[in-house]
């Protein structure tokens, strides 16, 4: 039954019994999580056969010993293989360490502090640094530029990707915006997959922004399908190429949820001019990367069939978490008035959005009785939800019994807010003692 549609007294019956179900689960003393992105640990067991895979064996495909120092593009046969998954070449590929977001940093702090381009092309010689934000989006993008003092502005996010009408008029008018974040492949967190025209004028973009534009391209989920008819993501360098832009798109990947999440490989691509000024940039602050670990990672996932094979068993596991999950929010609140959801075929995220004002207080009931959710407004920038609505589920780390005992105390908790402020219309209100 749709909530406008109960009475008062309904919906105050309908309080009591949902309050009744609230106590009792406060009683049982839960300790569930769905805040972030993590594998679980049968994931991670996936690639134990990283461990002792080189048997002493530490030359690389040139003859190169990868125990020792140099090497700041990555090896030969890691930016091959790790390029293929950017649809890139291996010349227009680096590869590093083993954190993507650090290298996202490094690109973002390079174009600030020195310029891609040289001093003259430095963002930092503007009076004020701005960064268009696909909304919801990523926290740690958003994290990037209020630590290095870039305000962000916010572009809302379509099923087809960022509103590029919007992202188009607001670097038309303003010349201070130098970049936009993007998660084109199962968005982080709605799991939208950017269309083949947004990918276009995604790469057509700096010709409206000036040539100091960058897009950064965070490929985080490009072969994290979930179902074998997800939907394909266009080459966003196809466009480039076209439109003359290879100079203003760095895109990155990393292995962080392919093979281990803290000794993985992480890896970008761009143009071989900004390959070539980001490794002088680089080489200030270090001699080369985990080689050995790259070479482990090339040996263990050989090309991309081993990898999409490897990645079908990533799906195996994590695919009937996200089906409880979407399950359960269709049989207890499809209909009701209460909230929508998204539906996504492949990533880490399902994106959920309350009845305007009611996430923060979704997440505190949630809390109160043991379930820990991503914080209301983590998902826009400065941790500011203006409709306070969206909260992201992350379903992929806790087993498939306690994923379905925190959805149920998730949708119980959503069933308790919105019904509450049905009857009583304003925010905040508590669950009485």
């Not at 509103?163 to 084109?184: N, Y």
């Not at 996430?359 to 809390?367: D, H, I, K, N, T």
Request: charged residues 20%; aromatic residues 8%.
């Amino acid at each position: 039954m749709n909530i406008d549609q109960l009475s008062s007294d309904a919906l105050q019956s309908e309080l009591t019994a949902l309050l009744e179900q609230y106590d009792a689960l406060g009683a049982k003393g839960l300790a569930l999580d769905l805040t972030r992105g993590k594998p679980c640990t049968g994931q991670v067991a996936l690639s134990d056969g990283l461990d002792g895979i080189l048997q002493g064996d530490y030359k690389a495909a040139d003859g190169t010993d990868t125990r020792n120092y140099g090497g700041l593009e990555g090896l030969p046969e890691a930016r091959a293989l790790f390029g293929a998954v950017l649809g890139l070449g291996a010349e227009e590929t680096l590869v590093g360490g083993n954190s993507s977001l650090t290298m996202m940093y490094q690109v973002v702090e390079f174009a600030l502090s020195e310029g891609l381009s040289g001093p003259g092309s430095a963002w930092g010689l503007s009076d004020t640094v701005k960064f268009l934000c696909p909304v919801p989006g990523y926290d740690r993008h958003f994290a990037i530029c209020e630590h290095l003092g870039i305000e962000m502005i916010t572009v809302p996010m379509l099923d087809t990707g960022p509103d590029m009408d919007a992202a188009e008029a607001l670097v038309k008018g303003d010349e201070s915006i130098k970049g936009i974040w993007c998660v084109p492949r199962f968005s982080n967190p709605t799991g939208c997959v950017y269309d083949d025209r947004t990918v276009e004028r995604m790469a057509q973009l700096p010709k409206i922004a000036g040539d100091n534009f960058l897009v950064m391209w965070d490929n985080a989920y490009a072969v994290h399908s979930l179902y074998d008819d997800a939907p394909a993501l266009a080459p966003i360098d196809r466009y480039c190429r076209e439109h003359g832009t290879m100079d203003n798109v760095f895109q990155f990947g990393s292995t962080s949820k392919v093979t281990l999440a803290g000794a993985g490989v992480a890896f970008l691509g761009s143009s071989r001019q900004n390959l070539a000024a980001l490794t002088k940039h680089l080489g200030y602050q270090m001699i080369g990367p985990d080689k050995v670990n790259q070479l482990r990672h090339v040996r263990f996932l050989r090309d991309q069939d081993t990898l999409a094979a490897h990645m079908a068993r990533h799906a195996g596991f994590i695919r009937p978490r996200f089906e409880k999950v979407l399950a359960a929010l269709e049989s207890e609140l499809a209909g009701t008035g209460m909230g929508c959801w998204t539906h996504p075929r492949g990533g880490y995220f399902i994106s959920f959005d309350t009845l305007p004002g009611l996430a923060g207080e979704v997440v505190r009931l949630a809390g109160a009785i043991g379930v820990k959710l991503t914080p209301a407004g983590a998902t826009f920038p400065y941790g500011i939800d203006p409709g306070d609505s969206n909260i992201r589920l992350s379903p992929t780390f806790p087993d498939e019994q306690a994923v379905a005992e925190a959805v149920g105390a998730f949708i119980l908790c959503v069933r308790i807010a919105s019904v509450r402020h049905k009857l009583h219309p304003q925010p905040g209100r508590q669950h009485p003692a």
